[in-house]
């Protein structure tokens, strides 16, 4: 059974940093890219990052860039997101999501975590 | 503001049929493939359709999806109370080599 559990949110001041976590299990972490996506409170979705299979190919938000980093340790099965100079409007849950390299879609989401920003 | 344009909500009765509208541009929709994802309340999205029409294993046929030049749009039929839920289209941004979601689309079964 697929997996993807992200760990890493909380509250944290503006400008501050903050690193999410996302473990993989129940499928070949190896064959999929991955991406994540937030959703502000009440708010819609917003992709925020991917990154390819080896980690060779990352996009990024226009929004996010220089802020975010997104990188991936295929040898522990895991995701992650550093976040610096945080803003209240980075508030969000947070969602780790699994891409399969053959179409833009995200087919198993995280059930996610929040990262609260704010003084 | 999203780049894909989803009305904010609609509504019909149990057994009804109802489409909700993405509406992108020549460098969205018109070159990539759409996903549409649906949110309970308090849940993580689920996929629903991908690459424009197709259902992942366990989406009853009642969900349909399809695309005509810059525009996508998702059919549900013989709606359900249970389906009440907010409805995100995704595509790829090939001017920005970004994803992007419609504003999501609120479902109501009345």
């Known amino acids: 059974e697929v997996h993807l559990v992200e760990s890493g949110g909380g509250l944290v001041k503006p400008g501050g940093s903050l690193r999410l976590s996302c473990a993989a299990s129940?499928?070949?972490?190896?064959?999929?890219?991955m991406n994540w996506v937030r959703q502000a409170p009440g708010k819609g979705l917003e992709w925020v990052s991917s990154?390819?299979?080896?980690?060779?190919?990352?996009y990024y938000a226009d929004s996010l860039k220089g802020r975010f980093t997104i990188s991936r340790d295929n040898t522990k099965n895991s995701l992650s997101l550093q976040m610096n100079s945080l803003r209240a409007e980075d508030t969000a849950v947070y969602y780790c999501?699994?891409?399969?390299?053959?179409?833009?879609?995200?087919?198993?989401w995280g059930q996610g975590t929040l990262v609260t920003v704010s003084s | 503001q999203p780049v894909l344009t989803q009305p904010p909500s609609v509504s019909a009765t149990p057994g009804q049929k109802v489409i909700i509208s993405c509406s992108g541009s020549?460098?969205?929709?018109?070159?990539?493939?759409v996903s549409w994802y649906q949110q309970f309340p308090g849940t993580a999205p689920k996929l629903l359709i991908y690459?424009?029409?197709k259902r992942p294993s366990g989406i009853p046929d009642r969900f349909s999806g399809s695309k005509s030049g810059t525009s996508a749009t998702l059919g549900i039929t013989g709606l359900q109370t249970g389906d009440e839920a907010d409805y995100y289209c995704?595509?790829?941004?090939?001017?920005?080599?970004?994803?992007?979601f419609g504003g999501g689309t609120k479902l109501t079964v009345l």
């Open positions: 020549n460098s969205n929709i018109a070159r990539n493939y």
């Open positions: 129940g499928f070949t972490f190896t064959s999929y890219n």
């Open positions: 990154i390819s299979t080896s980690g060779s190919h990352i």
């Open positions: 999501t699994r891409e399969p390299t053959v179409g833009d879609y995200l087919d198993f």
């Open positions: 690459e424009n029409n």
């Open positions: 995704g595509t790829w941004e090939s001017s920005l080599s970004a994803g992007v």
